[in-house]
């Protein structure tokens, strides 16, 4: 189980870059099966090569980067629809994946890696390894977390929700979008680097489906953390990649199923997680369950009951017996009572109207 664990870390790192272009800049990326690979192949040649594993790890990372600007390239100056431009440069990249890797795979079992010290202590599979893999994840989580607090994250989050919107404010979006490839599917190819050197290999077709193992893990942490905050959505694609891995582990106990139907798990999982998603009754919940929900026993903001004496509800309010309350700059003046003498207040006469003077003729 611990093993599953690992994996699911990893992948968490491929997970994140998945987040950063189908949540937030809401970009159909397909590059993530093939930048995969790019990343891993990338490294695994550098470190055959005798390069350092940490200068490795960095270099699968930036070949990813490297297959996210193609496909930014593609959409933003060829004008090409984002879901076929990143089909093209997928078919595009699986031949040069297997010019950068010369074969169909390589092995890095008799070099050393970033593994290494942990193979060799027998520690791979261990809490040890969960605890490392774990700060690597929480590194990417919040380097993430950071570069959408930032002005230029703000900008690409805006580009996502409203293109149009962001453009007519000034934001560049064929900029962003293109970064935002970049900085996605270099996580992608640090994904590959790290899981090629803990395995001790990588295939020309280790990256295939995993595009459905990205979105199962966001739309998995999504459900459980919700997306109230950044950094619960962050944290939730995390603990929504190891989720993932973990069911597929127990799956896999059963024997009903077997090895070659773990991409028929993802695909069922993806579907159960979309059509559960879409379910008011399992959101609320979530709801219930989670400590940043809304307070129930508050009331909403509109629902607040006005304050007797409120410069809005002076006109509606009852008189009371008390002083009233403080008159508006612009309210009319009362009407002050004419002063009378204090004395005995004798019976009121009648009004007569005044009779007009009898003339000299009239008796």
């Keep these: 189980m611990l093993s599953a664990i690992d994996l699911g870390l990893i992948y968490a790192l491929l997970a994140l870059g998945v987040f950063l272009t189908f949540r937030i800049l809401n970009f159909a ?37 490297v297959a996210g600007l193609v496909t930014g390239l593609l959409h933003t100056k060829l004008k090409i629809d984002p879901l076929l431009a990143s089909i093209l440069n997928m078919l595009a990249l699986y031949s040069i994946n297997l010019r950068i890797m010369g074969a169909g795979n390589l092995s890095l ?63 560049s979006t064929d900029w962003t979008k293109i970064v935002t490839l970049m900085l996605a599917n270099g996580l992608v190819g640090l994904s590959g680097a790290v899981m090629a050197q803990y395995q001790g290999f990588i295939d020309i077709g280790s990256g295939t489906g995993l595009i459905l193992a990205g979105l199962a893990s966001v739309i998995i942490g999504n459900a459980i953390l919700g997306t109230r905050f950044m950094f619960l959505a962050t944290l939730g694609v995390v603990v929504g990649s190891v989720v993932y891995r973990l069911v597929i582990f127990f799956a896999l106990k059963w024997e009903f199923f077997r090895a070659q139907d773990m991409k028929l798990i993802s695909a069922v999982m993806v579907i159960a997680a979309l059509v559960l998603s879409q379910s008011k009754t399992l959101r609320n919940s979530f709801s219930r369950l989670s400590p940043w929900r809304p307070k129930a026993d508050l009331p909403e903001p509109m629902g607040i009951l006005p304050t007797p004496g409120a410069p809005l509800t002076v006109a509606a309010s009852p008189p009371t017996a008390g002083p009233g309350p403080l008159q508006s700059v612009h309210s009319t003046p009362p009407v002050q009572p004419i002063a009378t003498a204090p004395g005995p207040v004798g019976p009121i006469d009648p009004v007569v109207p005044d009779q007009p003077s009898p003339g000299p003729g009239e008796a």
């Design 29 to 65: 990326d397909l590059t993530v099966d093939a930048s995969f690979v790019t990343g891993g192949g990338t490294a695994a040649l550098c470190i055959i090569h005798g390069l350092s594993p940490w200068l490795a790890t960095g270099a699968g990372f930036l070949a990813g980067a």
């Design 109 to 171: 079992l008799r070099v050393r890696t970033l593994f290494t010290p942990l193979q060799e202590a027998r520690l791979i599979g261990s809490w040890l390894s969960v605890l490392l893999l774990g700060l690597l994840a929480l590194l990417a989580k919040l380097v993430l977390d950071w570069f959408l607090s930032t002005d230029f994250g703000l900008a690409v989050q805006a580009t996502g929700d409203n293109l149009g919107m962001a453009a007519s404010l000034g934001v």
